[in-house]
């Protein structure tokens, strides 16, 4: 038997993970133990609107668009954070996406980016 945590209680974490979190960074790299490594050109955060955890995951709810990007790079990975600016730094992960060149939008579709925990089974 694998040890861990029950999915109600992955739920209730994500779920307040995603309340806390919601503003997403971008970067070109591994953002590192406190979010700031490799970070993208484009400092503007977005704001991510979540759905209710799941199963142990959770997704956004809504695109993410960033409108004509600062810089000519390829977006990685990503940071959440509690404030637009400044604010904590939450959790990170990696983004599948293409490279974009300076003024091109960038956009993370609706459920395109997720967070989950394994559970006990």
Known sequence: MVEGLSTAAANSLLDSLGSTYTWIKLHVGAPGPNGTANASTETTRKQATWASAASASKATSAD??????????????????????????????????????????????????????????
Request: hydrophobic share 45%.
């Open 64 to 121: 993410l668009l960033w409108s004509a990007v600062a810089g000519t790079e390829d977006h990685t990975h990503f940071s959440a954070w509690t404030a637009s600016t400044a604010g904590l730094f939450g959790f990170s992960g990696v983004i599948t996406a293409n490279a974009v060149t300076t003024g091109d939008d960038f956009k993370i579709a609706a459920g395109g980016l997720t967070t989950s925990f394994s559970v006990a089974s």
